[in-house]
């Protein structure tokens, strides 16, 4: 971590034994509200409200709370007053007081591995907490809900995050949306049913220090019917979450839209995204008739028709790849359930694709 130091320097004491800067005027017992708040506020992003440190008396070395690195600093005057900003703004603020005049130092930090996590809601009010409190690592976390009707945004709200409320449409332009509040160098995606683990969210921090790759590929298990599935096609299960944002763009998919970086990309092999979804077949139901109408209307849309073979063997053939050739099998009861499912999954999305020919017709 880079910390750079920004000397401000104030007017020497008035005869009146008083401080002034930028017009303000304060015994030294008020500095910290008169003087350091304003500093703070004029030089840091964010609305914090921050706690005061106790104060350190006289010389010595000063150390900062541990989220700003190991940072120490000589104490020279009569006292240090250090000011700890919350949340995920890092920035450290001091007073040095000498006998001779006030200088008022801001720390900031210049690290240029700052990191957004954007979490993707929508009813998500069981799930979002885990997923962000795996996020706590990040600088900054932001949660963009979709309209729910749940207590998701209670929850996020209470957590403590940025919170964007846009009406869900797409996942594209939801992604795309969050992609543009994002002010950070680097951002890392996560839904709302989604847990890092945190030797991931370790190796994670590693590898952006590294600084030898511009996006990372993660790896996910995913629970159906509350059994983990390692099979059928579901694990390993890599996507790009990971990237810088100035390298980054998304596909034109609404469906299963993905990330495309524009530089060097690695496999993050330490750790896992654990992924909590359909908990029940009602859940699953409601998503699958989602998916599928989203899906259709973008085949539709590219000029794609249904036909026979579409609607008869291909739920078919996924059936017998996820259940034999994957060997889903191996998941038990879930494992049959799932590919079953799947297919089902996947007759419905061309069934609403011819449905959709038709109805125009």
């Known amino acids: 971590m880079t910390i750079r130091f920004l000397s401000i320097p104030l007017c020497p004491p008035s005869p009146r034994g008083k401080i002034c800067f930028r017009g303000l005027e304060a015994a030294p017992t008020d500095v910290i ?14 609305n914090c409200t921050l706690p005061l440190i106790p104060s350190h008396q006289g010389r010595g070395n000063v150390e900062f709370p541990e989220k700003f690195g190991r940072i120490n600093a000589i104490a020279t005057g009569k006292n240090i007053y250090c000011i700890n900003a919350i949340a995920t703004v890092k920035f450290v603020c001091f007073l040095h007081m000498s006998s001779e005049f006030y200088t008022c130092f801001l720390l900031k930090s210049l690290s240029m591995n700052d ?3 954007v979490i993707i809601s929508l009813d998500a009010e069981k799930t979002i907490e885990k997923a962000i409190d795996s996020l706590s690592f990040c600088d900054k976390i932001m949660v963009v809900d979709g309209g729910s009707v749940d207590e998701t945004v209670s929850v996020a709200k209470r957590k403590g995050v940025i919170l964007y409320e846009r009406k869900f449409d797409n996942f594209k332009n939801q992604r795309e949306f969050a992609l543009s509040k994002v002010n950070t160098e680097w951002v890392i995606f996560l839904d709302a049913d989604e847990v890092l683990e945190e030797e991931l969210a370790e190796e994670i921090e590693r ?13 996910r298990i995913s629970y159906f019917l509350g059994k983990l599935i390692h099979h059928g096609g579901w694990y390993p299960d890599y996507s790009l979450r990971v990237f810088r944002k100035n390298k980054a763009r998304m596909s034109e998919n609404i469906v299963h839209e993905r990330v495309i970086v524009d530089g060097r990309v690695e496999k993050i092999e330490k750790g896992r995204i654990i992924h909590y979804t359909d908990p029940d077949l ?46 889903g099998f191996l998941d038990g009861i879930q494992g049959f359930i799932l590919a079953i499912c799947s297919a089902f999954h996947t007759f419905m999305k061309y069934a609403k694709l011819w449905h959709l020919k038709n109805k125009v017709s």
Not at 302 to 325: S, V
């Open 33 to 46: 509200d008169d003087i350091i708040f304003p500093l703070y506020y004029a030089f840091a992003e964010g």
């Open 115 to 117: 990191i957004t996590g």
């Open 282 to 327: 009602f859940h699953y139901l409601k998503k699958l008739n989602h998916y599928t109408e989203l899906s259709a209307k973008e085949l539709f849309e590219k000029g794609r028709r249904a036909n026979f073979f579409d609607l008869t063997l291909r739920p078919f053939y996924f059936f017998i790849r996820m259940y034999f050739l994957k060997l």
């Open 207 to 219: 590898k952006i220090k590294e600084g030898r790759a511009d996006g990372f590929y993660l790896n």
